[in-house]
């Protein structure tokens, strides 16, 4: 499977941007898609999933405002951002996994990332 991220860019505290991910192959509904993000300096993090019967789980310090979808007729994967915050800035990475997990050490492949950028 390929992941190709689109989406980002730079957006004022407050605004709102959708992150998409789109798979190469038909086998995309049978894989856990995942949302990680990865700031300056930092380690990856864990941001959102949805997993292969539709639930969906998203981090502590994003609940809320951010939300994941996917529709497997498209073989894509969203990630609705919303209340943006300075914070927020980072590489946003979507990959996909065979099992469930948080750890982005469990998924592979990953997409090439997109950037955002929250300004105060």
């Known amino acids: 499977v390929q992941l190709q991220a689109c989406g980002g860019g730079l957006v004022q505290t407050g605004g709102s941007l959708r992150l998409s991910c789109a798979a190469s192959e038909r086998t995309f509904g049978s894989f856990v898609m995942g949302w990680f993000r990865q700031a300056p300096g930092e380690e990856r993090e864990f941001v959102a999933a949805f997993t292969r019967n539709g639930v969906m789980k998203t981090a502590d310090a994003v609940k809320g405002r951010f939300a994941i979808s996917r529709v497997n007729a498209h073989d894509t994967v969203y990630l609705q951002m919303s209340s943006l915050k300075p914070e927020d800035t980072g590489i946003y990475y979507c990959?996909?996994?065979?099992?469930?997990?948080?750890?982005?050490?469990?998924?592979?492949?990953w997409g090439q990332g997109t950037l955002v950028t929250v300004s105060s």
């Open positions: 990959a996909s996994s065979k099992m469930w997990s948080t750890q982005s050490t469990r998924y592979d492949p």
